[in-house]
């Protein structure tokens, strides 16, 4: 029986072709999540892009997920993917487009810009005081992953000071002047000009930044969050903002998300948000990267060998090779 593998990320023409080529005996179905069809996923042998809730169900028949996103929280709930299934994220592809998001919103708030964009919708001619430099700043950047990295290149190129936070592994890229484990946050947190998240949303990560570490946080710490809004507490963020004790906030991600209508947060001036728009195919470049590594993937797969991106189901994060 020919494997079917069945596609729901956009796709053009050259796309098809490099992703065929791949695996030239594989049978290759299009769909977008809004169309494909139950019965088409019941009879997927690999999925390439992330399907909608509640339409994977423990199919045994589905070998392999490879998902168009770095975060696979959905796909690790019980139920959802067979034992036997293998599943793999997009890390790679969303480093560049992520990580210029966050340097905009940090220059933006450094910057005052946020503020002189609502002074000329006043109409208002006027200087709003002193601004703040990236360098010399202390950057604390919680993930180094592919864009958490790529965020502590950029920042460090403009004289930042950089401290990187995994979890395990305190090698120091060229990118970052130190790194410490996840264990070192209290003694980290007040050093921090920046407080750079971008973490995937785990058990772990869930209340990482809770009131107590919010606390911490150096007077007029600007904190960016691209991760997932369960890693910071929401209305202990909104007060150490509506205080005065941190400086600004950058978030990409909220809890609750979609922030409602009414929700404090959007009035608060230091706060920038975008709605979770920093990833996604806004840039092109992101779904050429994301078809690179899956064509890539599929390769491996008919050869027999390892899959890049591979994930861990007991933590959620990728296997290191």
């Not at 120091?172 to 264990?183: G, K, S």
């Not at 150096?218 to 007060?239: F, M, P, Q, W, Y």
């Amino acid at each position: 029986m020919q494997t079917i593998v069945t596609v729901l990320i956009p796709t053009q023409e050259r796309h098809r072709r490099l992703l065929e080529a791949s695996a030239p005996d594989f049978s290759f179905h299009y769909f977008s999540p809004e169309t494909v069809t139950q019965e088409e996923l019941d009879h997927t042998d690999i999925l390439i892009g992330n399907p909608p809730q509640g339409m994977l169900h423990g199919s045994p028949r589905l070998q392999w997920l490879q998902c168009n996103s770095a975060g696979v929280e959905p796909f690790l709930q019980p139920g959802v993917l067979h034992f036997k299934t293998l599943l793999t994220n997009a890390t790679g592809a969303y480093g560049l487009a992520i990580s210029e998001h966050m340097l905009g919103m940090l220059l933006e708030i450094f910057k005052k810009l946020h503020l002189y964009r609502d002074a000329q919708h006043q109409h208002q001619w006027q200087s709003l005081g002193q601004v703040r430099s990236i360098e010399g700043s202390t950057v604390l950047v919680l993930g180094m992953g592919d864009i958490g990295g790529e965020f502590a290149r950029r920042v460090k190129a403009l004289g930042a000071h950089v401290i990187g936070v995994r979890r395990t592994d305190t090698r120091c890229p060229d990118y970052a002047d130190e790194v410490h484990l996840t264990a070192d946050l209290d003694q980290l947190l007040p050093l921090a000009d920046v407080v750079a998240v971008s973490l995937p949303g785990t058990r772990e990560t869930a209340g990482l930044l809770d009131r107590r570490r919010i606390a911490l946080m150096k007077e007029g710490a600007v904190v960016l969050n691209v991760g997932r809004g369960s890693i910071i507490d929401t209305e202990a963020l909104c007060d150490a903002l509506e205080s005065g004790h941190l400086g600004g906030a950058g978030l990409d991600v909220t809890d609750p998300e979609p922030l409602p209508v009414g929700h404090r947060l959007w009035d608060i001036p230091n706060a920038v948000i975008t709605p979770h728009i920093s990833g996604f195919y806004h840039l092109p470049e992101t779904l050429e990267r994301i078809v690179r590594i899956s064509a890539a993937n599929l390769k491996a797969y008919t050869e027999g060998l390892p899959l890049k991106n591979l994930v861990d189901f007991s933590t959620g994060y990728r296997k290191l090779p």
